[in-house]
């Protein structure tokens, strides 16, 4: 490429997974022997937190048509959002949810787990519930199955020697 090629942006995300996504047309463009440029929110012309995909201007509608009909492919090859949907591994209407969800939630993070809470006392006619990744959900599960199969007693002497390490 010369120095005086126009470059153009065939690309652009600022979704969680827009480094990742860009990195995929830039490789699928180069297969089609596009030349890229894949550029961060480091380089001028850049939106903070986006991340984009120029070509040569004379390149701009072949890479277009490439994008679009592989458009399907791209996102399931680099979106792992349905590994990240978050489950339900616990959920009480009981009196005492709220303070159950902080207990589960403390045991799940505790064992390496992230773990979410979704509810408030703000409406107390809704449940709590604890939520976690998919990809953690069958362990999640095993955990508080092994914790309701020790009781409340084995639960506290875990989160006590959590506690001192």
């Known amino acids: 490429m010369n120095a005086s090629t126009e470059w153009v ?14 990195r995929a047309v830039a490789e699928l ?14 380089r001028p012309g850049v939106p903070p937190g986006a991340w984009e995909v120029r070509v ?12 679009a009909e592989h458009r399907a492919d791209l996102e399931t090859a680099v979106n792992p959002s349905h590994d990240l949907d978050l489950v339900t591994v616990f959920a009480s209407d009981a009196h005492n949810a709220e303070m159950e969800a902080l207990a589960v939630r403390s045991l799940l993070e505790a064992s390496g787990l992230p773990a979410v ?9 809704l449940p709590f519930e604890v939520r976690v990744p998919r990809r953690h959900a069958a362990q999640a599960e ?7 199969t020790l009781g409340p007693a084995a639960v506290e002497e875990a989160e006590r020697e959590g506690e001192n390490c």
């Open 9 to 22: 942006t065939v690309f652009r995300s600022a979704d969680v997974g827009a480094e990742s996504q860009a």
């Open 56 to 67: 040569p201007a004379r390149d701009a509608n072949f890479a277009e048509r490439l994008i």
């Open 142 to 148: 095993q955990i508080l199955r092994e914790a309701r």
């Open 29 to 42: 463009l180069g297969t089609a022997e596009i030349p890229t440029q894949l550029l961060d929110d480091g």
């Open 117 to 125: 809470i979704v509810g408030t006392s703000l409406y107390p006619n």
